[in-house]
Each structure stands twice: as C-alpha cells, then as structure tokens.
Antibody, heavy 121, light 107 residues
Framework: EVQLLESGGGLVQPGGSLRLSCAAS????????LTWVRQAPGKGLEWVST????????YNADSVKGRFTISRDNSKNTLYLQMDSLRAEDTAVYYC??????????????WGQGTLVTVSS | EIVMTQSPATLSVSPGERATLSCRAS??????LAWYQQKPGQAPRPLIY???TRATGIPARFSGSGSGTEFTLTISSLQSEDFAVYYC?????????FGGGTKVEIK
C-alpha cells in the first residue's frame, strides 16, 4: 500500500523558514517524480514544485521561485520542501503527491494527508 | 501559463441523477488532463488521468471525455459519497495548473 506522510508544518513568522518532509512507502521511491501541491484555507489547489525521480530536474511555480527548494533523498525514501522568506500568502495545507511518471509533468496517483503551514506574526 | 476554467462553480444535483462538469483550457493540453475529487478535510482523490482513463478503484459511474481545450467529467448516477469538490488539472505544460473547482451539492 502506497503511503505518503507529510510532517514539519507549523506556525512561523513572516520572513522565517520551515522544512517540510514527506516520508514515502509502498512503491519504488527512486523511480517516480514527486510533487508538492498546496491549498490555502478555503481555496483551490495550487501546484508548488516537482522533482524528477533522480532529483536531477526540478520545477517551481513562479510564486515560490527563489524562496522554496524541493529535494529528495532516495536512500531515505523522503521528499523535502525547504521554505525560506515565508510570506502570509504561503499559509496553506501542503500536500505531497506521487507522479505517475519518472520525469515529472504527469498526473498524480497518490496524495498524502497534508501538513498545515501558517505564516503569521 | 495555461488557465483552467471549470463550470459551473456549484452544481446542485439530486441523488441518482447525472452530473456533468466542464473544464476548459486556455490553450490545447492534448489529453494531458486529470480530475480529482476532494471532500472537506481530506486530500484530493485521483479520479481520471489522460482525460478518460479511470484511476485504480474508481467506479465506472465516473467517466471523462474531451481533448484539446474542452473536457467533461460525467457522474452517471450520483451517490451520496459523490458530493464533493472536483478539480481538473493540466499536465501538458509547466507550470502545472488546476481549475478553480466545481462543488457538487445535494439538491
């Protein structure tokens, strides 16, 4: 059974940093791209970042470019999102999702339950 | 950026009736279109990918159609568990983009 378990969310002040983790199991982690998608309170889904199976390619939304860094550790079956220079508009539930393909730019076939990030003073 | 527009924003349907949800792309996304269902407090659930292929475990009452810029998700006979918000997503171009969602509510 595929499982994706996010952690690391919480309350952070504007300008602060946070690192999210997504621990994966139930599939060959190193064979698939992975993605972070967020959802602000009461709003729709917004794609944030994708990383290819090897970590060699990454893609980021303009809204987070230069502030967020996606990475993965295939030896630990874990996906990360380093979030710096956080803003109030980054407040959201952050989901990790497994891509259907290795390179990214695919539909998602599994989602984690999400972790809430709140940026507020 | 490809803008995905879903209509209607809210759809009121009686149980057992058919529901038809639309998704339009601002430019062609070929068949690189997915649909997700989301209930309050839950993660999105994959329904359809490749515009018309059902994801694992999805009942046959859910069907997807379309290509290019016009797509449809049809729920043939609504069950109580189908009342939720539905999102379309294109994965033809970066950045990946989602529609604003259609809420299917009980009439």
């Amino acid at each position: 059974e595929v499982q994706l378990l996010e952690s690391g969310g919480g309350l952070v002040q504007p300008g602060g940093s946070l690192r999210l983790s997504c621990a994966a199991s139930g599939f060959t982690f190193s064979s698939y791209a992975l993605t972070w998608v967020r959802q602000a309170p009461g709003k729709g889904l917004e794609w944030v970042s994708t990383i290819s199976y090897s970590g060699g390619s990454t893609y980021n939304a303009d809204s987070v470019k230069g502030r967020f860094t996606i990475s993965r550790d295939n030896s630990k079956n874990t996906l990360y999102l380093q979030m710096d220079s956080l803003r109030a508009e980054d407040t959201a539930v952050y989901y990790c999702a497994k891509d259907r393909c290795s390179g990214g730019g695919c539909a998602f076939d599994y989602w984690g339950q999400g972790t809430l990030v709140t940026v507020s003073s | 950026e490809i803008v995905m527009t879903q209509s209607p924003a809210t759809l009121s349907v009686s149980p057992g009736e058919r529901a038809t949800l639309s998704c339009r792309a601002s430019q062609s996304v070929s068949s690189n279109l997915a649909w997700y269902q989301q209930k309050p407090g839950q993660a999105p659930r994959p329904l359809i990918y490749g515009a018309s292929t059902r994801a694992t475990g999805i009942p046959a009452r859910f069907s997807g159609s379309g290509s290019g810029t016009e797509f449809t998700l049809t729920i043939s006979s609504l069950q109580s568990e189908d009342f939720a918000v539905y999102y379309c997503q294109q994965y033809n171009n970066w950045p990946l983009t989602f529609g604003g969602g259609t809420k299917v509510e009980i009439k």
